[in-house]
């Protein structure tokens, strides 16, 4: 059983960053992999970003965010650089089983709450 909680989200301009957390209770967090996902009003929710054995991003943000992880403080993050309006979204973590990249949702077995990040133009 794994437990996550987000936290960074905020209002920001665009073209400004910021970095999300999400820590994880569970003594193997080390052997789950983690995605970040978002969804914004009215959208269906969309992969972001993963980290396992791979780190690996949807299009849209590759190149202005990356996502890293902290195994001793059971942490991941994921520093969002060059915000537009179009990163406006509630972004969860999520974990799977085992190190291989997924962009599926409905592969992930443990969520977080969310955090809200709002980017105005």
């Known amino acids: 059983q794994v437990q996550l909680v987000e936290s960074g989200g905020g209002l920001v301009q665009a073209g400004g960053s910021l970095r999300l957390s999400c820590a994880a209770s569970g003594r193997t967090f080390s052997s789950y992999s983690i995605g970040w996902f978002r969804q914004a009003p009215g959208k269906e929710r969309e992969f972001v970003a993963h980290?396992?054995?791979?780190?690996d991003y949807a299009d849209s943000v590759k190149g202005r965010f990356t996502i890293s992880r902290d195994n001793a403080k059971n942490t991941v993050y994921l520093q969002m650089n060059s915000l537009k309006p179009e990163d406006t979204a509630v972004y969860y973590c999520a974990a799977r089983s085992g190190p291989f990249y997924s962009g599926n949702s409905n592969e992930y077995n443990y969520w977080g709450q969310g955090t809200q990040v709002t980017v105005s133009s």
């Open positions: 980290i396992g054995w791979s780190t």
